[in-house]
């Protein structure tokens, strides 16, 4: 039985990932920082560690046959691109990848996934809301829009020297804004469909919700069920990477927010207010995926809004309640 070790398992992603390889028979270790907020996970051992030491690393990655990485210093709009957080989420994520493959490699462990991002794509190629450009081969020469980005492009390069100098098998995905229940969706970190999804539970029927910007910039989201396939797939692949994991169905940040609206059921207006926005398009180009894993994303866009809507629409329930029940 494959030994896997899947890092930043507390969070988002990393915890659906546990769960589905779980169901497959497989072994797993998870590491984060913190322990899930909003589910058990179901693994043969969770260790409460700090990747960015290399003592702690050591420890979870003996006796592992592979490695899912997942583990950063991330989050939204208004964590990435204000600036106030660079030197966090350069220096945190990058300590990681490289605790992580050299105390992985040195114990043995024969690949590596790593999950890079969309962000690493240059900025003058996103300038156009309607038509973006983020084929895998466009990503040089580099001109990432933040900080984020340059740091997961500096960090695919790791993982490919490692490859070249020392032998070990690596896979690389380009993540395209995933979503889903089970996500963080509050507090500053949480990224835009569940920020729209807590506004519009939050509001009132004929009431406003604050969109930043002017709310056309455009992007693609994809379902966390369908970025835990297309990590499956290429991780049993023969193929490298880097390759884009994302939706084709680009929208508005504007659209996002009425087709919220009306799962909820609810007439809301929206009101533009100054923010952190990003590029003003973002679509994944799904060619590459499609040609090397022969497979794509495929489920609609309404179907995992759905979904989540629900979850989130029920967290700020509970969380509401908490806070009342605080207050007497």
Known sequence: MKRILVSGAGGFIGGHLVKRLKREGLWVRAVDLKHHEYTRLPVDEFVLGDLR???????????????YQLAADMGGAGYLFTGDNDADVMHN?????????????????????????ACVYPES???????????????YPAQPDSEYGWEKLFSERIYLAYMRNYGVQVRLARFHNIFGPQGTWMGGREKVPAAICRKVAEAADGGNI???????QSRSFLYIDECIEGIRRLMESNFIGPVNIGSEEMITINELARRVSAIARKKL???????PQGVRGRNSDNRLLAKKLGWAPSCPLCEGLEETYRWVETQVREHTAVAALQTE
Do not use: T
């Open 53 to 67: 030491d290399p003592s702690v690393v050591s420890y979870v990655v003996a006796g592992i046959d592979e490695i």
């Open 93 to 117: 994520s990058a300590l990681v990848n490289l605790n992580i493959l050299e105390c992985g490699r040195l114990a043995g462990v024969k690949k590596f996934f790593y999950s890079s991002s």
């Open 125 to 139: 190629n996103q300038m156009d809301s309607d038509n973006p450009n983020c084929a895998e081969d466009s990503v």
């Open 210 to 216: 604050e969109v930043w910007g002017d709310g056309k």
């Open 269 to 275: 207006g929206i009101r533009h207010v100054p923010g």
